[in-house]
Structure formats: structure tokens, C-alpha cells
């Protein structure tokens, strides 16, 4: 499946009250890393460790969120958007993961939302963008159960706090990336290379999720308040799907990637193909009697951070030690068809359309919202008649594809009904430091100034007028 000019289509207009936000995530723009008694992260141990983030960047400064806040949500409120999804770091709240409130850290997070409230935009909270305490990591990360436990415990001290004016809870941001990044392939923090450990890691983020939203119902003032999780759902195709080999294949990986979160979070059981397919790591022993129950709690709304697509075939068996997947040692990946973003990804928004119906085919009752969609490009700032500037036609052009596609799926009766663009500003991209620039704001990191891209100047006029701007 390449390009085509299919998506490159102006003046669709979205349904009024259609949410148009943009998404940002703690690690990745607070810095403020030692500040007002925030504890130590994964992310901050990691990021310290020379090689494993390009140029040994790490979050401690990143784009100093932390000291502008009205600055931040005054752009917020210039691009006229109704949401902002922010997350909240852990170990600002509890340093240690468990036990003492930093109550600093309560109030940083009373100021954002209140900030967005004031400036009439909604806050969307996602209580877990990857940035565990690192005395949790010590004792097992999420490899053991206790630290499902200690994330109930913050939903709760959040849930209490915030509880009376966020309008969105979000569980979990991609905990795909959390437990195969993290524990498998290791290419994340806590930087770990362990397949058993990526699998435990799966469950224990699964109960987590369940647990946290226990915690959180108890405590919610908001009446309209909704609770979702956002996975980043992957849409593979089979390489030749009439091929019964890679069909099969295609089958494991929708397993590992997608139904081993939906399936326990969004239906209360594992995918039995899933557990067949793993038996050789575990037994799956970790799933304790009644786990099931508590992460099949109701939601509202199912949150899809989507990029790009993968195909995949039946391969040789490849060694799996390092590699993302536990147990797909017969799964080869094909190449996708371009164009590229900076990351190497390939920009299909046909994607996003057959990952939206799909997704609301299998769990037809839950609301949908895109919650992350965005490119990284090579961004640069020129000044024309001494005004500076970011041209970025490729992000417009991504960026409109992607609408149209995500338009195109709610005429097709999917319950979409929020966008949220990855990213507000150009931030820390993990393992890749500040080398890949998925803003549609620019930063200049040497002096942290903030400059409307092309792509922000596009989305403000979607945002304000819900109709999709040529391009
Ligand atoms: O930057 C990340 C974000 O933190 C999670 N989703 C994907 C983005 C781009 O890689």
C-alpha cells in the first residue's frame, strides 16, 4: 500500500463538538528533573547512561515546561484548541512510588489544569507516560505486581486532588512501549532485556490499569468526567494475504501487540493465542486468580496513538533475545512502502482508517479518540522580513491525510470523536534525544523560544473552523 493523492482532500468539515487538541507527555517537556522534591524516574536513569540516548540527551532541562506554564497554555490557547493531553510525572507526586505526597508536585499539576480551565480548554490526563519512580524499578518495575499496587496509590492521591475538574482520566499511555521497550528489546527504560520480564510486564500494566481506575471512581467529583486508556494499537497486514503462513503470522503479532492489552482491559480474558503462543516463556502463572475481573473495568472512551503501518510474513526463526516481541521468532517484518517521516516511518493514512474501523469492529460500544497522530520531520527556522518562521509542508500534508482519513472513518460509523496531535511542541523523543522534532510549534532548545510551524498555523485554522484546510 503506498501514496496515493486519495487523502490529500480539503473542506470535509467534522461533526460540531468534534474535540481538535494536541498532546504532550512529562518526561518529554517538564525538565525540572531534581525540582520541588520530584524524585528519580526509569527515564532519568536511563537517559544517563552514555549510549543509550542519541547524544546523551537527557529530560533534565528538556523544554522547560515546568517554569512556562502560562506561556505553554497561552500557545495552547492561540491555536484555539478545545484539549490539551498532558501527563503527569509519578514521581513528582510520590517520589519514592509509594508513601509520601510531594505536595509541590500536586500544586504544579493544580496550576496546569487550572491553567487550561481558566483559557477554556479541556485537560486530558494520562496518569502514566512511562516515567516510573525509580525506587519501584529497584524492586521489580513491572515485572512484579506490587507496583500495580503503588500506581493505584497515586490514582488515587491524583484522583483526589484533580478529580472535581479533569475531564478525561487516561490510565496508560502505549503500554506496548512500556513492556516491550522497556523489558524486552530494552531500548527504553528501565532498559531491560528479559522475555519472561516483557510478558509479566504486560499483565502487571494491564492490572494496573484495572486497579488505577477502581481508585479513580472512587474519588472523581467531575459528574461528566470520562476514563479511558490509550494503547498504541498497531495495524499489520498480512504480506500476502493469501498466504495461510503469513496470515498467521500477521495473528501473532495482532496478538502480542494489540489483543494482549484490549483483550484483558476492554473484554476480561487473554487471547488464547497469546498464551499458546508464549508457552515456551511462561506459563503465564503471574495471572492470579481475579485479575481478570479488576482490569475489566468500564471505560468510556479507547485512545489510538497511531503513526504508520506494518506487514509482516512467516519467517525463518530469527534468536528473539533483544528483539521487541516475545516469542514471534517466526515473524518477519517487510519493508513498508514510502514516503518517510525522520523516524523512518512510512505515512500511510490509509492505516489509520482500516486501525479506526477495526478497532471500533471489535469493541463496537466505546467511544474513540485519536490520541496521538503526528511526523517527525527536519525541521528549520528562517526569518523572513524579520519574522521567524518554520516551513514544514510534509507535516501539513501528514497532518491532512491523516484528518481526512480519521473523517473518512467517522463516515463509516465509527465513533470518533477527538484528534490529538503528536506533538504541541518539539520535544525529548526518548531514545533518540532532541534529534527528531515532532512539534507542530518549533523550540529553539538554545534559547527554549517557541515559533508556530506551518503545521500549527494549518491546525489553528481547523481548529476554529472544524473543516479541513487545504493543505
Ligand atoms: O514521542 C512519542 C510519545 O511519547 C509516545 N507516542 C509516540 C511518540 C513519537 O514517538
Keep these: 500500500m503506498g501514496i496515493t493523492d486519495d487523502f490529500r482532500v480539503s473542506g470535509l468539515k467534522f461533526p460540531d463538538g468534534f474535540v481538535f487538541g494536541a498532546a504532550t507527555a512529562a518526561y518529554q517537556i517538564e525538565g525540572a528533573a531534581t525540582e520541588d522534591g520530584r524524585g528519580p524516574s526509569i527515564w532519568d536513569t536511563f537517559s544517563h547512561v552514555p549510549g543509550n540516548v542519541e547524544n546523551g540527551d537527557t529530560g533534565d532541562v528538556a523544554i522547560d515546561f515546568y517554569h512556562r506554564v502560562d506561556e505553554d497554555l497561552d500557545l495552547v490557547k492561540s491555536l484555539g484548541l478545545s484539549a490539551y ?11 519514592a512510588g509509594t508513601g509520601e505526597i510531594n505536595e509541590a508536585g500536586l500544586a504544579f499539576y493544580e496550576k ?60 496508560l499511555n502505549e503500554p506496548w512501549c512500556s513492556a516491550y521497550l522497556g523489558y524486552a528489546s530494552g531500548n527504553h527504560a528501565p532498559g531491560r532485556r528479559s522475555e519472561i520480564g516483557a510478558l509479566q510486564a504486560v499483565h502487571h500494566l494491564n492490572l494496573a490499569h484495572g486497579l488505577a481506575l477502581i481508585e479513580l471512581r472512587k474519588v472523581v467529583k467531575r459528574p ?17 494475504p493469501a498466504n495461510p503462513e503469513d496470515v498467521d503470522a500477521k495473528r501473532q503479532l495482532d496478538a502480542l501487540q494489540n489483543r494482549a492489552f484490549t483483550d484483558p482491559q476492554l473484554r476480561g480474558f487473554y487471547p488464547h493465542d497469546l498464551l499458546m503462543d508464549t508457552k ?17 473495568q468500564p471505560i468510556d472512551i479507547v485512545g489510538i496513538n497511531y503513526y504508520c503501518t506494518g506487514t509482516v510474513r512467516r519467517g525463518p526463526e530469527h534468536p528473539t533475545e533483544g528483539t521487541v516481541h516475545p516469542g514471534a521468532a517466526c515473524v518477519e517484518s517487510v ?36 490520541t496521538e497522530n503526528g511526523a517527525a520531520y527536519r525541521d528549520e527556522l528562517v526569518e523572513e522580513d524579520g519574522v521567524k518562521r518554520v516551513h514544514d509542508p510534509e507535516r501539513v500534508d501528514y497532518l491532512q491525510r491523516h484528518l481526512v482519513s480519521a473523517h473518512r472513518a467517522i463516515e463509516a460509523g465509527v465513533p470518533l470523536t477527538g484528534y490529538f496531535a503528536w506533538s504541541l511542541m518539539d520535544n525529548f523523543e526518548w531514545a533518540f534525544g532532541y534529534s527528531k522534532r515532532f512539534g507542530i510549534v518549533y523550540v529553539d532548545y538554545a534559547t527554549q523560544e517557541r515559533t508556530k510551524k506551518d503545521s500549527a498555523l494549518w491546525y489553528e485554522k481547523l481548529a476554529e473552523t472544524g473543516v479541513i484546510p487545504e493543505a
Design 85 to 95: 493531553r498532558l501527563s503527569i510525572a509519578w514521581p513528582r507526586i510520590l517520589p
Design 112 to 171: 496546569v489544569v487550572d491553567g487550561l480551565i481558566a483559557r477554556g480548554i479541556e485537560p486530558i490526563v494520562t496518569l502514566y507516560h512511562w516515567d516510573l519512580p525509580q525506587p519501584l524499578e529497584d524492586r521489580g518495575g513491572w515485572t512484579t505486581r506490587e507496583t500495580s499496587y503503588a500506581f493505584a496509590e497515586y490514582a488515587r492521591v491524583v484522583g483526589r486532588r484533580l478529580g472535581d475538574r479533569v475531564a478525561v482520566w487516561t490510565t
Design 224 to 240: 461528566d468526567a470520562k476514563f479511558s486508556v490509550t494503547n498504541n494499537l498497531a495495524m499489520t497486514y498480512a504480506a500476502d
Design 280 to 296: 515456551h516463556i511462561t506459563d503465564w502463572s503471574f495471572v492470579q486468580d481475579g485479575d481478570l475481573e479488576l482490569i475489566n
Design 335 to 370: 519493508e513498508q512502502p514510502g514516503p518517510y517521516t525522520e523516524m523512518g516511518w512510512n505515512v500511510a493514512p490509509q492505516g489509520l482508517y482500516d486501525l479506526l474501523v477495526a478497532t471500533h469492529e471489535a469493541y463496537p460500544e466505546f467511544e474513540i479518540m485519536v
